[in-house]
């Protein structure tokens, strides 16, 4: 590489490096702006599932709101019984709504290592649900003297 090559890659670099640090501020701010609009989308998919949900078994007992770059919703459900016909009525009516058709199966799911768990001395407290780009679940079991 010549000494001509030489300072033109290392003005490309510093020029690289000053437009990267003026992004910080502006990424911030549309990041901001992302979170927030993806919050109140997850938001309103989230509340319009829950009639669905509980029709299909799972009650709503709390839910937490996490703020980062991807915010979340943490939804704390409690199993309860529903029949076949229940399950299937509840699929139909989040056929449209991908977040809660994603919350409904992840939530059949553990349900059946529910009924497949038993620890004597301890119950399931409630199913966990991560409502976010990709949904997870925790069971969250405790002592029968902690209920």
Known sequence: MSPKDE???????????????????????ELKAFGAEKLEQTMAAFLNALPALRQAGYE?????????ITPKIIAHFMPLA??????AAAR?????????????SVLRRAGDVHRQVKVPGFQCAHMEIDV???PA??????ADDAI
């Open 92 to 104: 139909e009516a989040l056929r449209d709504n991908k977040i809660g058709a994603s919350m409904l």
């Open 137 to 142: 679940v925790r069971l969250r079991y405790r």
């Open 60 to 68: 709503l007992r709390e839910f937490e709101i996490e703020l980062g």
């Open 7 to 29: 300072t033109k890659s290392q003005k490309t670099l510093v020029e690289h490096a000053r437009g990267i640090a003026a992004l910080p501020g502006e990424k911030l701010a």
């Open 82 to 87: 529903a029949s076949d016909d229940e399950i």
């Open 132 to 134: 976010g780009v990709i």
